[in-house]
């Protein structure tokens, strides 16, 4: 390939529905078309709802509407979509298999995979199989985080060139630091009284994000700092269980539930303090945005989180399923606002030197032509 020629790229996915892997597509997409690449995505199953921001800025977006169980029909549907050629990037362990299973014999340049969380625990498991054999027609797999790229090793992921990790990153311009007036205009926006301090957190209700937890550490914090609040964003499968849990907790006057948002960026100006509860995380978005809005973090110290979240530098990190230990650091960082802010700060300054998109769409260009890639990054 040509060192300065535009490669055509095609981004294959599961679908679109909000979550950190489909953000960080957007957000590289939208770094190639800026390089002058031509992208185009492929949807697995249906589009979801964030592949309308891609369609309104002039990206081809096509669904192969797979269905449960073997698929023919999908699976030609995706092989005519590929055969234009050029660069194949997939997302996440069944759009790659299914994507190298599609193109069979077609004259790819390069083929791409990227892994965004940490993998099934299960590496005997019917997906994990397929995918690493799926990495026999695979130049490059990369993982998001360098605790999952040893992982995927341990689990015998062996592409043909490397298994290597590129970190995502955000566009960090779209967000602005956190501060009095914007915590105002959510406090009323929320019906909160002046005085509130709001522990946000970002993501979907599912298990894998232990927002129980967070509600029942959640609970301890009140006895502290009565005035807390607890806002989570985001949707799910657990809605009303975790409704149910709140109010068991007796927290439910204090917690807020405000669905699934698009203006992210803006809600977490208005918080005091971050929180991530997960079981399981690659490289979480959700944590890189919190950076991004200068906000100080409590995080539980799974995946590559403890990547991002530097244990009393620019937030706090806890064992998963601990909840006294999550309660105790959100009341540390609540109970010390000088020192909440300087955390804060420092976590702003490094999302905006090494969690850019554009470091990130470079490092793939690199893979895509077969050049070196630098993966060096401060701490």
């Given at each position: 390939?040509?060192?300065?020629?535009?490669?055509?790229?095609?981004?294959?996915?599961?679908?679109?529905?909000?979550?950190?892997?489909?953000?960080?597509?957007?957000?590289?997409?939208?770094?190639?078309?800026?390089?002058?690449?031509?992208?185009?995505?492929?949807?697995?199953?249906?589009?979801?709802?964030?592949?309308?921001?891609?369609?309104?800025?002039?990206?081809?977006?096509?669904?192969?509407?797979?269905?449960?169980?073997?698929?023919?029909?999908?699976?030609?549907?995706?092989?005519?979509?590929?055969?234009?050629?050029?660069?194949?990037?997939?997302?996440?362990?069944?759009?790659?298999?299914?994507?190298?299973?599609?193109?069979?014999?077609?004259?790819?340049?390069?083929?791409?995979?990227?892994?965004?969380?940490?993998?099934?625990?299960?590496?005997?498991?019917?997906?994990?199989?397929?995918?690493?054999?799926?990495?026999?027609?695979?130049?490059?797999?990369?993982?998001?985080?360098?605790?999952?790229?040893?992982?995927?090793?341990?689990?015998?992921?062996?592409?043909?060139?490397?298994?290597?990790?590129?970190?995502?990153?955000?566009?960090?311009?779209?967000?602005?630091?956190?501060?009095?007036?914007?915590?105002?205009?959510?406090?009323?926006?929320?019906?909160?009284?002046?005085?509130?301090?709001?522990?946000?957190?970002?993501?979907?209700?599912?298990?894998?994000?232990?927002?129980?937890?967070?509600?029942?550490?959640?609970?301890?914090?009140?006895?502290?700092?009565?005035?807390?609040?607890?806002?989570?964003?985001?949707?799910?499968?657990?809605?009303?269980?975790?409704?149910?849990?709140?109010?068991?907790?007796?927290?439910?006057?204090?917690?807020?539930?405000?669905?699934?948002?698009?203006?992210?960026?803006?809600?977490?100006?208005?918080?005091?303090?971050?929180?991530?509860?997960?079981?399981?995380?690659?490289?979480?978005?959700?944590?890189?945005?919190?950076?991004?809005?200068?906000?100080?973090?409590?995080?539980?110290?799974?995946?590559?989180?403890?990547?991002?979240?530097?244990?009393?530098?620019?937030?706090?990190?806890?064992?998963?399923?601990?909840?006294?230990?999550?309660?105790?650091?959100?009341?540390?960082?609540?109970?010390?606002?000088?020192?909440?802010?300087?955390?804060?700060?420092?976590?702003?300054?490094?999302?905006?030197?090494?969690?850019?998109?554009?470091?990130?769409?470079?490092?793939?260009?690199?893979?895509?032509?077969?050049?070196?890639?630098?993966?060096?990054?401060?701490p």
């Amino acid at each position: 390939m040509n060192a300065t020629s535009s490669l055509r790229i095609t981004h294959f996915v599961e679908n679109m529905e909000r979550g950190g892997l489909e953000r960080a597509v957007i957000d590289l997409i939208a770094a190639q078309r800026e390089a002058g690449h031509e992208c185009r995505l492929v949807c697995l199953f249906d589009r979801g709802i964030l592949a309308d921001e891609l369609s309104a800025s002039g990206v081809s977006v096509e669904i192969c509407d797979k269905r449960t169980g073997a698929d023919f029909r999908a699976l030609r549907r995706a092989r005519d979509l590929l055969r234009g050629g050029g660069v194949l990037h997939t997302h996440n362990a069944a759009a790659h298999y299914h994507a190298v299973l599609a193109s069979a014999g077609l004259p790819l340049q390069r083929v791409v995979n990227t892994r965004h969380g940490m993998g099934e625990s299960n590496p005997r498991s019917r997906r994990e199989w397929l995918y690493r054999r799926s990495m026999l027609r695979t130049d490059y797999a990369v993982a998001v985080c360098e605790t999952a790229r040893r992982h995927l090793q341990d689990n015998g992921v062996s592409p043909r060139s490397a298994l290597l990790s590129i970190p995502n990153g955000i566009r960090t311009e779209g967000f602005r630091a956190a501060g009095d007036a914007a915590r105002a205009r959510l406090r009323d926006e929320l019906a909160l009284a002046s005085g509130s301090r709001l522990i946000g957190t970002v993501g979907r209700l599912e298990p894998v994000k232990d927002q129980a937890n967070l509600i029942r550490a959640f609970r301890q914090v009140r006895l502290n700092v009565p005035e807390a609040v607890l806002v989570l964003v985001g949707d799910g499968a657990l809605r009303r269980e975790l409704e149910a849990v709140a109010e068991d907790e007796g927290v439910a006057d204090a917690t807020r539930f405000l669905g699934d948002r698009s203006d992210v960026p803006q809600l977490l100006q208005g918080l005091d303090v971050f929180a991530l509860s997960s079981l399981s995380e690659g490289y979480s978005i959700a944590l890189l945005e919190a950076c991004a809005a200068q906000l100080p973090i409590v995080a539980t110290d799974v995946g590559g989180n403890s990547e991002i979240v530097r244990d009393r530098r620019n937030g706090l990190l806890v064992p998963a399923r601990d909840a006294d230990a999550l309660a105790a650091a959100l009341t540390e960082l609540l109970s010390s606002p000088a020192y909440a802010a300087t955390m804060g700060q420092a976590g702003r300054q490094w999302v905006t030197h090494e969690g850019s998109f554009r470091t990130m769409a470079s490092r793939y260009e690199a893979l895509y032509r077969n050049a070196a890639v630098r993966l060096d990054r401060q701490p």
